[in-house]
């Protein structure tokens, strides 16, 4: 058995919605996988399925090489995105039921238990009932219940969602941990720096479609922008940096971005086309665009849209985004403006 | 099966563990102590103290004094200040004989009372000819003083005390004003009247009044009931007491559990602590979990409260009225009843969100079960009728009437004791089943509440 999870052909509609349609997703052991998507996408509706939560209206899913989840449901580790706790159990009590419900034996499990609340800064409200913590302090209590049994496969919707920026640094810390420990994550989120950081593969569904599913080095290289990003020193604007830049030889075309100007090469490479920035302008930075799974995410979530009627509503909140300049730009994206 | 019994055994103590849960089960047989005991006492079946006037019309001409009298006696037991005037009035009668005025005696005797206000009662002995549309009119006029307001007219016929060719006696009117508590009527009144008539006829065909009423009178013996165990009185009380007890005991019962059910799951739900569960247990497996674990503290309850029945009746020496076979027979009526109960929690909890969003499916729920209290008194007093005979075999009812009927004292055919279990266990089965869906479809749903045909539809869905 390589494959963690195995899903073929599968289609689940609500009504007259289709959630998910037609999803094909092998997901081997041992890998990390960010899953994303758009709100509405499906992501939660697939990570259901995959739990046997919810079965599908067609398809077929293995899991942990077992015909469903119902029979592998102690090896997996699940964080749903509508999470919660018994508000009047206390913490310790807590994890020790939602151990004890996923097989682990009543021996040494307080043990265990003290040891995951020590790993998560939260031995001193070990006591305490679960309605006396905070939302953060919560939702680190609800990820020890999901890794608590050790699974195999980890499941974790939006681990990330409502951490303050030291918890939020834990959790990734503790990802790399379980990632190391060879285990299989699955994790949806919407932030994509920590999609970057942390996975090995991406999996992009958009209504209920699978859109992208690739490795990150994969999806590097096929979403190349071909571009540098040249920064010039302070006190010069970027237009007129965009401006002169354009004379150099070998630049094939220079675009004013917030910011920086977005420079392609024509005929020569790229570095040639570098040495000759550095030698003409004095400039803070020059480096090779790499491609952000941000712009990934919105140009693949546009362009899909862009076939459908609401495509309209979305180019529309690429360019407000643009306007307020919090987003990285695109060459494709701006190309869609343009269009 | 494991996983199971852990969700029961979560529930359990987390319900029985409660602060609310410990409250509730001590202060529930405090209150019914208290009520049991307390309030006989405090609500009395004595008239209240009277003020006014009430008018009598006398065209025998003997028996305005009599009725006067009788009146004022009986007014007096209920004890207000016009008993004091009563007997004030006793006391001018004594004194009568002294060469005193009845009215001297009687100023007398009222200034002995009169501190305050003196609210009282009179009697007003009006003429024969007096038009009685008039003092009529009296019972409904408004007066600002209260003990002026005229309470009722007693108007005599003309031939009360002499029988007509065959030998029909007449009798009396009795006129009262709007919202006149009726125990002045019928125990002052009323009482006093007939007492007068009867007193004049017996008197008129030479009978002793007083000789004829103890001649009449017979005390009634206490049945003794003989058993095993010795002899003691009869107690009329605890057969209708029983079966009641029995009843409420199978609902407190089995309401505790399936109401803590009910906001278990919902809370489970809004917590949203719901879809972690499922990813460690079955819908089916959560559900029936929660179940079994309510009916743990179901169990708790109808035990604690039957071993204080038990020891209830035991003390008064009524234990035999109580045989062992009821006693089963409740345990089974109980499971029935509280499987049906929890099914339809279960089912309507895991629908909604909200505690309240649950009323408006809880409601009709509750008031198809109340039905069998209302018809209580008739299934207790005739308990092989067939009402109560049908009612055992239509699924809500049947675990109520049949606790009901088996804690009367009429046997109750054997054979509808097996049916009734037997429809029990199959509605039991069919309640579940249905829950079982719903329960499953239900639990990740939020937003609007369902109605009951969307539940119906989710029972229908594969």
């Known amino acids: ?339 | 099966m494991d996983k199971t019994l852990l969700v029961a055994w979560r529930e359990f103590t987390s319900t029985v563990g409660t602060r609310g849960f410990f409250i509730g089960v001590v202060i529930f047989p405090l209150i019914m102590v208290v009520g049991f005991a307390l309030v006989p006492a405090l609500i009395t079946n004595q008239p209240p103290p009277v003020r006014g006037r009430v008018a009598v019309i006398d065209p025998t001409g003997r028996l305005a004094g009599e009725i006067e009298r009788g009146i004022l006696e009986r007014a007096a037991e209920s004890g207000g200040p016009e008993g004091a005037i009563a007997r004030a009035q006793q006391l001018a009668s004594g004194v009568q004989g002294n060469g005193a005025t009845a009215g001297q005696a009687l100023e007398i005797a009222q200034g002995v009372v009169a501190g305050a206000s003196a609210p009282e009662l009179r009697v007003e002995v009006l003429p024969d000819d007096t038009d009685v549309e008039t003092v009529k009119a009296e019972l409904y006029a408004t007066k600002a003083d209260a003990s002026r307001a005229m309470l009722a007219v007693v108007q005599l016929d003309p031939n009360a005390l002499t029988a007509d060719a065959d030998g029909q006696y007449g009798a009396y009117r009795v006129y009262v004003r709007a919202k006149l508590d009726a125990r002045i009527d019928r125990q002052v009144i009323r009482p006093a009247v007939n007492r007068a008539i009867t007193d004049a006829r017996q008197r008129d065909i030479g009978l002793d009044p007083e000789r004829v009423r103890k001649l009449t009178a017979v005390v009634a013996p206490q049945a003794q009931v003989v058993t095993a165990g010795g002899e003691r009185d009869s107690s009329g009380a605890a057969q209708i007491l029983l079966p009641l007890g029995m009843l409420m005991l199978l609902w407190i019962a089995s309401f505790t559990g399936g109401q803590y059910l009910l906001t278990t799951t919902i809370e489970e739900k809004s917590n949203r602590v719901m879809e972690v569960l499922l990813s460690s247990v079955s819908p089916l497996q959560l559900m029936v979990g929660k179940i079994v674990g309510q009916m743990g503290v179901g169990l708790l309850v109808l035990t604690l409260y039957g071993a204080m029945g038990v020891v209830g009746l035991v003390s008064f020496s009524l234990g035999d009225e109580l045989s062992t076979s009821e006693l089963g027979l409740l345990l089974a009526y109980f499971l029935i009843a509280y499987f049906l109960i929890a099914s339809m929690m279960a089912a309507v909890g895991s629908a909604v969100s909200e505690v309240h969003e649950a009323q408006s499916l809880i409601g009709p729920i509750m008031l198809v079960v109340m039905l069998p209290m209302i018809f209580s008194t008739a299934i207790i007093t005739n308990p092989n009728g067939t009402l109560a005979a049908v009612a055992s075999f239509v699924p809500p009812f049947s675990p109520f009437v049949m606790v009901l009927r088996v804690g009367a004292a009429e046997p109750v055919p054997g054979w509808q004791v097996a049916g009734s279990i037997a429809v029990g266990l199959a509605s039991v089965c069919v309640a579940s089943w249905a829950a079982a869906k719903v329960f499953r479809i239900g639990v990740l749903m939020y937003g609007k509440p369902p109605n009951f045909w969307t539940l119906l539809r989710w029972v229908r869905m594969a």
């Open chain 1, 1 to 339: 058995m390589t494959q963690a999870i195995s899903i073929s052909g599968v289609t689940k509609t609500f009504g007259a919605k289709v959630a998910v349609r037609d999803l094909d997703l092998e997901v081997p052991l041992g890998r990390t996988t960010a899953f994303l998507g758009p709100n509405g996408a499906g992501k939660t509706t697939t990570i259901r399925m995959i739990m046997s939560i919810i079965f599908p209206d067609r398809g077929r899913i293995k899991v942990l090489g077992r015909a469903s989840a119902v029979e592998s449901k102690d090896r997996i580790g699940y964080l749903p995105e509508e999470r919660g706790v018994y508000r009047k159990m206390r913490v310790a009590s807590f994890l020790e039921y939602m151990a004890r419900l996923k097989g682990v034996p009543r021996r040494g499990l307080k043990g265990r238990v003290g040891q995951w609340l020590d790993r998560v800064a939260l031995t001193s409200v070990a006591r305490k009932k679960c309605q006396e913590l905070s939302k953060g302090m919560q939702q680190k209590v609800q990820f020890v219940a999901a890794v608590i049994h050790e699974p195999d496969l980890i499941i974790l919707d939006e681990p990330f969602s409502g951490l303050d920026p030291v918890n939020a640094r834990l959790m990734r810390q503790l990802f790399h941990e379980l990632r190391g420990q060879g285990r299989t994550l699955i994790f949806s989120t919407h932030v994509m720096q920590h999609a970057e950081e942390l996975c090995d593969h991406v999996v992009m569904i958009n209504r209920g479609r699978k859109v992208l599913d690739d490795s990150l080095a994969g999806i590097r290289e096929r979403f190349d922008p071909r571009a540098l990003e040249v920064e010039g020193v302070e006190g010069v604007p970027s237009r007129e940096l965009a401006e002169r830049l354009r004379k150099l030889p070998g630049v094939g075309s220079a675009e004013a971005a917030s910011g920086h100007v977005r420079v392609r090469w024509s005929g020569a490479g790229s570095r040639q086309v570098m040495a000759e920035i550095v030698g003409a302008e004095a400039v803070r930075r020059v480096e090779i665009a790499r491609p952000k799974l941000e712009d990934i995410f919105i140009d693949t979530v546009i362009r899909e849209g862009g076939m459908d009627h609401d495509g309209a509503d979305l180019s529309r909140l690429r360019a407000s985004l643009q306007d307020e300049g919090g987003t990285p730009e695109g060459a494709e994206a701006v190309e869609v403006r343009r269009g």
